[in-house]
C-alpha cells in the first residue's frame, strides 16, 4: 500500500528558532499533499493545501509567513514553522492523496510532535 | 456553515458491537470516509462511502444515507486495540475534506 513517512516524529526546539517537517511519499507520486495540526482532543485542523510546483493554498487563518510550504518534488513536502512559540506546540500531520487515483483516501504521515520551549 | 456532528465519547465492551453515529451538512456531498486514530498516532483510513447503503469490511461497516445526511461506523467483537478515537469526513463540493471532532471509544474488558 501507499505510504507516507514523516520526519521527524518528535522535535523540541527553543522560542524564536525554525524547524522543518518533511512529507514524503514513499511509493508513489503526489500532486497534492495536505498539512494538518492536531491540538490535545481536537480534530485535524487544516492549515494548507500543498500542490507540486506551485504556491500553497492556506486556510484561513493560518499565517502563511510563519508556515512556510514548499512541495518541489512530487515525493517531497516540507512544512518550516519559523520563529517557533510555545502556542505553535502541537501534532502537525501530512497527508497525500496520489496522482491520477481518485478513490477520495489519503495517506497519512505517522505525525510530528513539535514541543517550542 | 458546514457541520459535522459525532458523539465525544462512547463506552463499549469487549466482545460487544458499538455503533458510532456521524451527521453531517456540508456544501454538497463527494464521499463520507471514515478513520481510526489512536492516541498520538495519525489517522488511518477505515471505509469511504459515496453511494447509499452498507459496506461492510470485516469487523468494520459503514452505512451512508445521503437524503438524511447520515452515516454510522459499526464495530463487532470489539477488541480492546479498537479502543481509538473515530473520525468521520465529509468530502464537500469543492473537494475539500470537512473533519469532524472525532468520536472516543472505549473498550472495556
Known amino acids: 500500500g501507499a505510504v507516507v513517512s514523516q520526519h521527524p516524529s518528535r522535535v523540541i526546539c527553543k522560542s524564536g528558532t525554525s524547524v522543518k517537517i518533511e512529507c514524503r511519499s514513499l511509493d508513489f507520486q503526489a500532486t497534492t499533499m495536505f498539512w494538518y495540526r492536531q491540538f490535545p482532543k481536537q480534530s485535524l485542523m487544516l492549515m494548507a493545501t500543498?500542490?507540486?510546483?506551485?504556491?500553497?493554498?492556506?486556510e484561513q487563518g493560518v499565517e502563511k509567513d510563519k508556515f512556510l510550504i514548499n512541495h518541489a518534488s512530487l515525493t517531497l513536502s516540507t512544512l518550516t514553522v519559523t520563529s517557533a512559540h510555545p502556542e505553535d506546540s502541537s501534532f502537525y500531520i501530512c497527508s497525500a492523496k496520489e496522482a491520477g487515483r481518485d478513490t477520495g483516501e489519503l495517506f497519512f504521515g505517522e505525525g510530528s510532535r513539535l514541543t517550542v520551549l | 456553515g458546514q457541520n459535522i456532528d459525532q458523539p465525544t465519547e462512547m463506552t463499549a465492551t469487549e466482545g460487544a458491537i458499538v455503533q458510532i453515529n456521524c451527521t453531517y451538512q456540508?456544501?454538497?456531498?463527494?464521499?463520507l470516509f471514515w478513520y481510526q486514530q489512536h492516541a498520538g498516532e495519525a489517522p488511518t483510513f477505515l471505509s469511504y462511502?459515496?453511494l447509499d447503503g452498507l459496506e461492510e469490511k470485516g469487523r468494520f461497516s459503514s452505512f451512508l444515507s445521503r437524503s438524511k445526511g447520515y452515516s454510522y461506523l459499526l464495530l463487532k467483537e470489539l477488541q480492546m486495540k479498537d479502543s481509538a478515537s473515530y473520525l468521520c469526513?465529509?468530502?464537500?463540493?469543492?473537494?475539500?475534506?470537512?473533519w469532524g471532532a472525532g468520536t472516543k471509544l472505549i473498550i472495556k474488558p
Open positions: 500543498s500542490n507540486e510546483g506551485s504556491k500553497a493554498t492556506y
Open positions: 462511502n459515496v
Open positions: 469526513a465529509v468530502r464537500d463540493s469543492n473537494y475539500q475534506l470537512i
Open positions: 456540508t456544501s454538497g456531498f463527494n464521499g
